[in-house]
């Protein structure tokens, strides 16, 4: 089923190779916290269906972060294959555990987006208790961030961008050039309704060990397509916002797609249902708070100023990304 989608900010450049990426792009992320909406029971949907934009749009307001907090960036992946071999029962699942074991600063380093998720589920869940419509919104549509980066297959992978195989660029192409050029025309978003999930910090892990077991298919198989086409097939040049950028091509992309059997798709929907489950897990272990006091609330002048400030120093620090490459 096809639904209007409105369009927002489009994906991050798809083939910067000199820090670090680490989103679905900005085109997905939206694109799954607005589908996750639509799972939810009436009694949740009276209060998400009118602010269904704003949990759109704010879907990619961690990825805005990464530029004013330097924590921020190990929230969004983890280098599982760091840990030994799959399923890498060198690493203790309890955050605690993991600490004793390896100590903060090193978990950080190869990323603790596992952990994070279960912090922003008991802030939402904090939310839901306290009935706080600002809270509730914000950590909604930012735990629906982290739940989607734990379904990238390179957000569980050390060769996050193909750039120990020669593959540069790869991560935005499998998240972001994929859904970009395909979703609307050939992804099927009919999903089932969310339901309560009783043991969220397993449920993430299992989530995980499949990425990083898909990290390798990802890898070899655009190898291998790579090897079929010459560079003037590979790749085209296209307009984004007045910048002329080479892209991989049309061609290229339906065929990677093809090889990889529609994962992107797969890992899309499984996303949205994670964040809906998630979001109805956090309001039924809250009590199941009447969410109908909430409805036609708005956001305080201060959450607007809090929301322009993040979007300035996004601007800055991608105008200084964007400098640099």
Not at 88 to 117: C, M, Q
Not at 149 to 171: E, K, M, R, T, Y
Not at 180 to 203: C, H, R, T
Request: aromatic share 14%; with cysteine; net charge positive.
């Amino acid at each position: 089923m096809k639904k209007a989608f409105p369009v927002f900010l489009l994906a991050c450049p798809l083939l910067l190779a000199s820090v670090r990426s680490y989103c679905w792009g900005f085109y997905a992320h939206q694109k799954i916290n607005y589908y996750a909406v639509f799972l939810l029971p009436p009694e949740m949907m009276l209060l998400y269906k009118p602010n269904i934009s704003f949990l759109a749009e704010h879907a990619v307001d961690p990825d805005k972060r990464r530029y004013a907090i330097p924590n921020e960036a190990p929230r969004h992946y983890i280098d599982i294959d760091q840990y030994g071999e799959y399923p890498y029962t060198a690493l203790p699942r309890k955050w605690v555990d993991a600490v004793a074991k390896f100590g903060e600063d090193s978990l950080k380093k190869h990323g603790i987006v596992p952990w994070h998720i279960q912090t922003m589920l008991s802030r939402l869940t904090d939310a839901f208790r306290t009935k706080n419509f600002s809270a509730i919104m914000k950590n909604s549509a930012e735990i629906g961030h982290y739940i989607s980066d734990a379904h990238v297959p390179l957000h569980a992978c050390s060769n996050h961008n193909g750039q120990f195989s020669n593959q540069h660029g790869i991560h935005g192409f499998w998240e972001s050039r994929i859904p970009e050029l395909l979703a609307e025309k050939q992804f099927d978003f009919l999903i089932g309704k969310a339901s309560y999930i009783s043991n969220p910090a397993d449920f993430t892990w299992k989530r995980v060990l499949e990425s990083a077991l898909a990290a390798d298919s990802v890898l070899h198989f655009e190898k291998e397509l790579s090897r079929q086409f010459p560079d003037d097939r590979k790749y085209a040049f296209e307009q984004r916002n007045g910048n002329t950028l080479r892209q991989y091509s049309a061609a290229y992309t339906v065929a990677y797609n093809k090889k990889l059997h529609d994962m992107t798709e797969r890992r899309m929907r499984q996303s949205i249902w994670a964040i809906a489950s998630f979001w109805y897990t956090a309001w039924v272990n809250a009590g199941q708070p009447d969410l109908k006091v909430l409805a036609g609330h708005s956001f305080t002048d201060a959450d607007l100023r809090e929301f322009e400030q993040l979007n300035r120093q996004w601007t800055s620090g991608s105008e200084i990304i964007g400098r640099k490459e």
